[in-house]
């Protein structure tokens, strides 16, 4: 996600946010992006893990779709405590820690479930 206010033409680091916390993308904050611009932050994407992967939770509700792959899936999801549009299927959050895990030597899925 963009902030309202970003020039098309000249996107900035900073322009980027987290669709789970809205949180401005930095050095300091590792990001994974989905498609057409979502994105989810190290942080969410840790809470994300607990709670579907190791909690085995399911936050899903009628006609929700993924805000990462924009795809309906049966599989569980989270959904953002914040912001209610927002949910990532468990498909793309094994995606999305692979993906940060591989580019971001510091950061890890936590629990025994973790990516390869």
Known sequence: MRKTDTDSDNVQM???LCDFCHREWTEDVA???GHQGSCICG???RVAWESVVEGNLDDSTE???CTMCLEHRDDPC???PAYDEAYVCRRC???SAQALRKDDGEWDAPGPNRPE
Do not use: A, Q, T
């Open 31 to 33: 990001m994974v992006e």
């Open 78 to 80: 989270y959904r953002s």
């Open 93 to 95: 959050i094994r995606l």
């Open 14 to 16: 900073s322009d980027v």
């Open 63 to 65: 006609g929700w779709k």
């Open 43 to 45: 942080s969410c994407l």
